[in-house]
């Protein structure tokens, strides 16, 4: 099944302390990208990337990090947390071969940083 | 810079009614726009794409059309129901990225 699959989907963490969330996707698509979604803010884009190796800084990068050694997985890191970086947080792929390709999310993963 | 907005941030109809949800887009240079439905803590499920070469796709009760000129897309909810509630969100393929709106929160009351 065709999917993008993101870990943990829940987690509770206290500020500082370093945490990654990983994203895969098994559909060989070139394009991932992080958002994260608060309340009245929207879908707001954290980082993307083109293919591997590739990556670009979104509207809000500030705080993460990312990195796309492989196709398949695109992991987002919290160097040191803090509580305003807790959000729903979304990775998606798409294969962005043409104007035909939709976006593909995943289920979404709640960090709460204390 | 693309910047995509929806109008209104918010509605509520009663059970039947036929509805409309708006768009817009400052840069009319996109490959596609897409409409997604979210529900409540859940991940976003691609409802509809228009192709920039076209016009407007249907599928079931949803009617979505693209006027690129204009920068304007709308979706057409026909005689809707309470499990359309839901928030609405619209995105264009510009560039090599995917730019969103903000997302209409739809309340359909039985």
């Known amino acids: 099944e065709a999917q993008v699959t993101q870990n943990p989907r829940y987690l509770i963490t206290v500020t500082g302390k370093k945490l990654t969330v990983t994203c895969s996707q098994n559909?060989?698509?070139?394009?991932m990208s992080w958002y994260r979604q608060d309340p009245g803010l929207g879908l707001r884009q954290i980082y993307y990337?083109?293919?591997?190796?590739?990556?670009d800084k979104g509207d809000v990068p500030e705080g993460y990090k990312v990195s796309r050694k492989e196709k398949r997985n695109f992991p987002l890191i919290l160097e040191s947390p803090s509580p305003n970086q807790t959000s729903l947080y979304f990775c998606?792929?798409?294969?962005?071969?043409?104007?035909?390709?939709?976006?593909?999310f995943g289920e979404g993963s709640w960090l709460t940083v204390v | 810079k693309q910047e995509v907005t929806q109008i209104p941030a918010a509605l509520s109809v009663p059970e039947g009614e036929n509805l409309v949800l708006n768009c817009s887009f400052t840069?009319?240079?996109?490959?596609?726009l897409q409409w997604f439905r979210q529900d409540p803590g859940k991940g976003l499920t691609s409802l509809l794409l228009?192709?920039?070469?076209?016009r407007e796709q249907t599928s079931g009760r949803l009617n979505a059309s693209l006027d690129k000129s204009s920068g304007r897309s709308t979706l057409y909810i026909a005689a809707s129901q309470p499990g359309d509630s839901a928030t609405y969100l619209c995105?264009?393929?510009?560039?090599?990225?995917?730019?969103f709106g903000p997302g209409t929160r739809l309340s359909v009351l039985p």
């Open positions: 998606a792929s798409s294969p962005l071969r043409d104007s035909g390709n939709t976006i593909y």
């Open positions: 559909m060989n698509h070139e394009y």
């Open positions: 990337s083109m293919n591997v190796e590739v990556t």
């Open positions: 840069d009319s240079a996109i490959y596609n």
């Open positions: 228009i192709q920039s070469s076209q």
């Open positions: 995105a264009v393929l510009y560039g090599q990225n995917f730019v």
